[in-house]
């Protein structure tokens, strides 16, 4: 019985050439090809709007809280107000600052200096935890972005050899002949960059509101340390 890339190239005129039979009739690598790419895409646009969706609602809470946090409410109520919830972005370095602020006044730290120094590094650390929460599987857009039309063109190569290998066989060059198999083949370019230009766009854009972010919680920390510090000055 011939395999399947030999039927596609000696079907005759008029032969079915819809992407489903297409996908029936490829060579089994170019399958896996073909299923590959297209869970790949389908990935890659739930990470795209789970991440829209993400990043609209962070900047939302950062919007609220900096409402609250500039309003003349005392450090100790807001404080109170976000402790014991899962709090935001931004509310979650203040709280994390907070909370060893009063750890180390609770148990008599003597060095304003090494207050400073411990209340910094827990809002560098908070804010690094932060980032990579909204970075993650950002990773993963870019090498969509980068290796699916390699992949794709894999399936082409790999399809379009079979088919001239069964032609070959065949001894026959006629176009009608040829373009089943031809079509097969360049169906797998034709995903890998389905999945690829969507990714790499998404993966720009995602990057860049991860970074203002990020930039907008850096920019918080530094103005809230400066308070801190200037309260650590006070009671010491």
Do not use: C
Not at 28 to 54: D, P, Q
Not at 152 to 159: E, Q, S
């Amino acid at each position: 019985m011939p395999d399947s890339v030999t039927e596609v190239i000696l079907a005759a005129p008029g032969s079915d050439l819809s992407l489903m039979a297409l996908f029936v009739q490829a060579h089994i690598v170019v399958k896996i090809v073909i299923v590959g790419l297209l869970l790949a895409s389908v990935w890659t646009w739930a990470i795209i709007i789970n991440k829209t969706f993400l990043y609209r609602r962070v900047r939302r809470q950062m919007d609220r809280f900096e409402t609250a946090f500039w309003s003349g409410r005392s450090l100790e109520d807001l404080y109170a107000t976000v402790k014991g919830r899962n709090p935001g972005t931004m509310a979650a370095v203040f709280a994390a600052a907070m909370r060893e602020w009063k750890r180390s006044f609770e148990t008599g730290a003597s060095s304003p200096l090494g207050l400073q120094n411990r209340i910094d590094k827990v809002l560098d650390v908070t804010i690094g935890r932060e980032t990579e929460r909204l970075e993650r599987r950002l990773l993963f857009l870019a090498t969509v972005g980068s290796a699916a039309p390699f992949v794709g063109l894999f399936g082409t190569v790999w399809g379009i050899m079979t088919s001239f290998q069964a032609i070959a066989t065949s001894k026959n060059t006629a176009l009608a002949v040829v373009a089943p198999g031809i079509a097969e083949a360049l169906l797998a370019t034709a995903l890998g960059l389905l999945a690829a230009i969507p990714a790499v766009v998404a993966f720009n854009k995602l990057s860049s509101d991860a970074a203002k972010i990020s930039n907008r919680l850096e920019g918080f920390a530094d103005e809230f340390s400066a308070i801190l510090s200037r309260q650590i000055d006070e009671r010491v």
